[in-house]
T-cell receptor
Framework: DAKTTQPNSMESNEEEPVHLPCNHS???????IHWYRQLPSQGPEYVIH???SNVNNRMASLAIAEDRKSSTLILHRATLRDAAVYYC???????????????FGQGTTLQVKP | NAGVTQTPKFRVLKTGQSMTLLCAQD?????MYWYRQDPGMGLRLIHY???????AKGEVPDGYNVSRLKKQNFLLGLESAAPSQTSVYFC?????????????FGQGTRLTVV
Protein backbone atom coordinates (compact mmCIF):
# COMPACT_ATOMS: atom_id res chain seq x y z
CA ASP A 1 0.00 0.00 0.00
CA ALA A 2 1.41 3.34 -1.04
CA LYS A 3 1.95 5.74 1.84
CA THR A 4 1.25 9.41 2.36
CA THR A 5 3.05 12.05 4.40
CA GLN A 6 1.22 14.92 6.11
CA PRO A 7 2.22 17.54 8.67
CA ASN A 8 1.18 16.56 12.19
CA SER A 9 -0.69 19.79 12.86
CA MET A 10 -1.72 23.09 11.34
CA GLU A 11 -3.45 26.21 12.60
CA SER A 12 -5.80 28.54 10.84
CA ASN A 13 -7.88 31.58 11.64
CA GLU A 14 -11.61 31.43 11.24
CA GLU A 15 -12.92 32.51 7.83
CA GLU A 16 -9.48 32.24 6.24
CA PRO A 17 -8.53 29.66 3.59
CA VAL A 18 -6.62 26.58 4.68
CA HIS A 19 -4.27 24.55 2.52
CA LEU A 20 -3.54 21.05 3.84
CA PRO A 21 -0.63 19.39 2.01
CA CYS A 22 -0.04 15.70 1.36
CA ASN A 23 2.94 13.99 -0.23
CA HIS A 24 2.53 10.61 -1.94
CA SER A 25 5.65 10.08 -4.00
CA UNK A 26 5.06 6.31 -4.44
CA UNK A 27 1.55 6.69 -5.83
CA UNK A 28 0.65 4.19 -8.55
CA UNK A 29 -1.41 4.82 -11.64
CA UNK A 30 -4.47 3.12 -10.18
CA UNK A 31 -4.47 4.99 -6.86
CA UNK A 32 -7.17 7.54 -6.20
CA ILE A 33 -6.36 10.31 -3.72
CA HIS A 34 -8.98 10.43 -0.97
CA TRP A 35 -9.41 12.86 1.91
CA TYR A 36 -11.38 12.09 5.03
CA ARG A 37 -11.76 14.04 8.23
CA GLN A 38 -12.58 12.98 11.74
CA LEU A 39 -14.34 15.34 14.09
CA PRO A 40 -13.85 14.76 17.82
CA SER A 41 -15.56 11.60 19.09
CA GLN A 42 -16.93 10.72 15.65
CA GLY A 43 -16.17 8.30 12.85
CA PRO A 44 -14.30 9.57 9.80
CA GLU A 45 -16.30 11.27 7.08
CA TYR A 46 -15.54 11.58 3.41
CA VAL A 47 -14.39 14.99 2.16
CA ILE A 48 -13.29 14.64 -1.44
CA HIS A 49 -11.34 12.44 -3.83
CA UNK A 50 -9.65 12.67 -7.22
CA UNK A 51 -7.45 10.86 -9.69
CA UNK A 52 -5.63 13.38 -11.89
CA SER A 53 -7.68 16.54 -12.26
CA ASN A 54 -8.50 19.11 -9.64
CA VAL A 55 -11.86 18.54 -7.97
CA ASN A 56 -14.36 20.77 -6.22
CA ASN A 57 -17.35 19.97 -4.08
CA ARG A 58 -19.43 21.76 -1.48
CA MET A 59 -16.98 20.95 1.29
CA ALA A 60 -13.58 21.58 -0.25
CA SER A 61 -11.31 21.60 -3.29
CA LEU A 62 -8.58 19.14 -4.12
CA ALA A 63 -5.57 20.29 -6.09
CA ILE A 64 -3.44 17.47 -7.54
CA ALA A 65 0.08 18.03 -8.79
CA GLU A 66 0.72 17.24 -12.42
CA ASP A 67 3.03 14.33 -11.51
CA ARG A 68 0.47 13.19 -8.87
CA LYS A 69 3.16 12.94 -6.22
CA SER A 70 1.47 15.51 -4.02
CA SER A 71 -1.92 17.04 -3.44
CA THR A 72 -3.49 19.83 -1.40
CA LEU A 73 -6.87 19.93 0.29
CA ILE A 74 -8.25 23.46 0.27
CA LEU A 75 -10.90 24.65 2.69
CA HIS A 76 -11.95 27.99 1.29
CA ARG A 77 -13.21 29.55 4.51
CA ALA A 78 -12.37 27.69 7.68
CA THR A 79 -14.99 27.60 10.39
CA LEU A 80 -14.71 26.38 13.96
CA ARG A 81 -16.60 23.26 12.85
CA ASP A 82 -13.74 22.40 10.51
CA ALA A 83 -11.42 21.68 13.44
CA ALA A 84 -10.66 17.99 12.94
CA VAL A 85 -8.02 15.46 11.95
CA TYR A 86 -7.67 15.35 8.17
CA TYR A 87 -6.45 12.16 6.53
CA CYS A 88 -4.97 11.89 3.04
CA UNK A 89 -5.31 8.32 1.78
CA UNK A 90 -4.44 6.51 -1.42
CA UNK A 91 -7.12 4.08 -2.46
CA UNK A 92 -6.80 1.50 -5.21
CA UNK A 93 -10.13 0.39 -6.62
CA UNK A 94 -8.95 -0.48 -10.08
CA UNK A 95 -5.85 -2.60 -9.47
CA UNK A 96 -5.66 -6.37 -9.51
CA UNK A 97 -6.18 -6.60 -5.77
CA UNK A 98 -9.26 -4.38 -5.99
CA UNK A 99 -9.96 -4.40 -2.29
CA UNK A 100 -10.67 -0.70 -2.04
CA UNK A 101 -8.82 -0.60 1.26
CA UNK A 102 -8.43 2.70 3.07
CA UNK A 103 -5.14 2.70 4.96
CA PHE A 104 -5.00 5.62 7.38
CA GLY A 105 -1.85 7.45 8.45
CA GLN A 106 -1.56 9.88 11.35
CA GLY A 107 -3.31 12.72 9.57
CA THR A 108 -3.08 16.47 10.16
CA THR A 109 -4.79 17.96 13.19
CA LEU A 110 -6.30 21.27 12.13
CA GLN A 111 -6.94 23.89 14.78
CA VAL A 112 -9.16 26.80 13.86
CA LYS A 113 -8.85 29.94 15.96
CA PRO A 114 -11.73 32.39 16.29
CA ASN B 1 -31.61 5.49 5.52
CA ALA B 2 -29.57 4.50 8.57
CA GLY B 3 -26.21 4.10 6.78
CA VAL B 4 -23.73 2.13 8.91
CA THR B 5 -24.90 1.05 12.34
CA GLN B 6 -22.62 -0.44 14.98
CA THR B 7 -23.83 -2.44 17.97
CA PRO B 8 -23.08 -1.97 20.84
CA LYS B 9 -21.84 1.60 21.30
CA PHE B 10 -20.06 0.90 24.58
CA ARG B 11 -18.87 -2.27 26.30
CA VAL B 12 -16.69 -3.23 29.22
CA LEU B 13 -15.20 -6.72 29.17
CA LYS B 14 -13.11 -8.66 31.62
CA THR B 15 -9.88 -10.17 30.40
CA GLY B 16 -10.58 -13.52 28.77
CA GLN B 17 -14.22 -12.85 27.96
CA SER B 18 -15.48 -13.02 24.42
CA MET B 19 -17.80 -10.75 22.48
CA THR B 20 -19.04 -9.95 19.00
CA LEU B 21 -19.38 -6.50 17.50
CA LEU B 22 -22.04 -6.14 14.83
CA CYS B 23 -21.86 -3.83 11.85
CA ALA B 24 -24.90 -3.42 9.64
CA GLN B 25 -25.24 -1.34 6.48
CA ASP B 26 -28.34 -0.71 4.42
CA UNK B 27 -26.69 0.67 1.27
CA UNK B 28 -26.11 -2.68 -0.48
CA UNK B 29 -22.36 -2.12 -0.36
CA UNK B 30 -19.95 -4.86 -1.34
CA UNK B 31 -16.93 -3.68 0.68
CA MET B 32 -16.95 -3.68 4.47
CA TYR B 33 -14.12 -2.95 6.90
CA TRP B 34 -13.28 -3.09 10.58
CA TYR B 35 -10.82 -0.61 12.09
CA ARG B 36 -9.51 0.12 15.55
CA GLN B 37 -8.35 3.48 16.80
CA ASP B 38 -6.20 3.91 19.87
CA PRO B 39 -5.90 7.29 21.62
CA GLY B 40 -4.03 9.86 19.53
CA MET B 41 -3.57 7.44 16.66
CA GLY B 42 -4.99 7.00 13.19
CA LEU B 43 -7.29 4.13 12.30
CA ARG B 44 -5.74 0.72 11.69
CA LEU B 45 -7.41 -1.88 9.49
CA ILE B 46 -8.19 -5.15 11.29
CA HIS B 47 -10.08 -7.19 8.70
CA TYR B 48 -12.07 -6.43 5.60
CA UNK B 49 -14.47 -8.09 3.17
CA UNK B 50 -14.99 -7.55 -0.53
CA UNK B 51 -18.23 -9.48 -0.64
CA UNK B 52 -20.58 -11.90 1.07
CA UNK B 53 -18.76 -14.97 2.29
CA UNK B 54 -15.26 -13.51 1.83
CA UNK B 55 -12.94 -11.97 4.41
CA ALA B 56 -9.29 -10.97 4.49
CA LYS B 57 -6.71 -9.80 7.00
CA GLY B 58 -5.77 -6.18 7.36
CA GLU B 59 -2.88 -4.52 9.19
CA VAL B 60 -3.60 -5.78 12.72
CA PRO B 61 -5.70 -8.99 12.53
CA ASP B 62 -4.27 -10.93 15.49
CA GLY B 63 -6.77 -11.66 18.26
CA TYR B 64 -9.80 -10.98 16.05
CA ASN B 65 -12.03 -13.02 13.77
CA VAL B 66 -14.68 -11.87 11.34
CA SER B 67 -17.58 -13.26 9.37
CA ARG B 68 -19.69 -11.94 6.50
CA LEU B 69 -22.55 -14.42 6.16
CA LYS B 70 -24.93 -11.77 4.87
CA LYS B 71 -24.03 -8.91 2.56
CA GLN B 72 -25.38 -6.30 4.92
CA ASN B 73 -23.64 -7.53 8.06
CA PHE B 74 -19.99 -7.77 9.08
CA LEU B 75 -19.23 -9.26 12.49
CA LEU B 76 -16.03 -8.77 14.47
CA GLY B 77 -15.28 -11.30 17.19
CA LEU B 78 -12.91 -11.24 20.12
CA GLU B 79 -12.50 -14.81 21.39
CA SER B 80 -10.45 -13.98 24.49
CA ALA B 81 -10.28 -10.26 25.18
CA ALA B 82 -7.02 -8.69 26.35
CA PRO B 83 -6.39 -5.20 27.80
CA SER B 84 -4.42 -4.38 24.62
CA GLN B 85 -7.69 -4.61 22.73
CA THR B 86 -9.09 -1.63 24.60
CA SER B 87 -9.86 0.75 21.77
CA VAL B 88 -12.55 2.42 19.70
CA TYR B 89 -13.70 0.20 16.87
CA PHE B 90 -15.09 1.60 13.63
CA CYS B 91 -16.87 -0.20 10.85
CA UNK B 92 -17.11 1.14 7.31
CA UNK B 93 -18.67 0.17 4.01
CA UNK B 94 -18.40 1.27 0.39
CA UNK B 95 -19.40 0.32 -3.12
CA UNK B 96 -17.26 -1.92 -5.28
CA UNK B 97 -15.03 -1.01 -8.15
CA UNK B 98 -14.16 2.08 -10.11
CA UNK B 99 -17.44 3.76 -9.34
CA UNK B 100 -16.63 3.54 -5.66
CA UNK B 101 -16.41 6.96 -4.17
CA UNK B 102 -16.77 7.41 -0.49
CA UNK B 103 -16.67 4.99 2.39
CA UNK B 104 -19.27 5.44 5.11
CA PHE B 105 -18.27 4.95 8.72
CA GLY B 106 -20.26 4.02 11.77
CA GLN B 107 -20.15 6.02 14.99
CA GLY B 108 -17.84 3.58 16.70
CA THR B 109 -17.87 1.10 19.56
CA ARG B 110 -15.86 2.04 22.62
CA LEU B 111 -14.49 -1.16 24.16
CA THR B 112 -12.68 -1.33 27.48
CA VAL B 113 -11.03 -4.57 28.60
CA VAL B 114 -10.19 -4.68 32.31
Amino acid sequence: DAKTTQPNSMESNEEEPVHLPCNHSTISGTDYIHWYRQLPSQGPEYVIHGLTSNVNNRMASLAIAEDRKSSTLILHRATLRDAAVYYCILRDVRGSSNTGKLIFGQGTTLQVKP
Amino acid sequence: NAGVTQTPKFRVLKTGQSMTLLCAQDMNHEYMYWYRQDPGMGLRLIHYSVGEGTTAKGEVPDGYNVSRLKKQNFLLGLESAAPSQTSVYFCASSRYGQTSTEAFFGQGTRLTVV
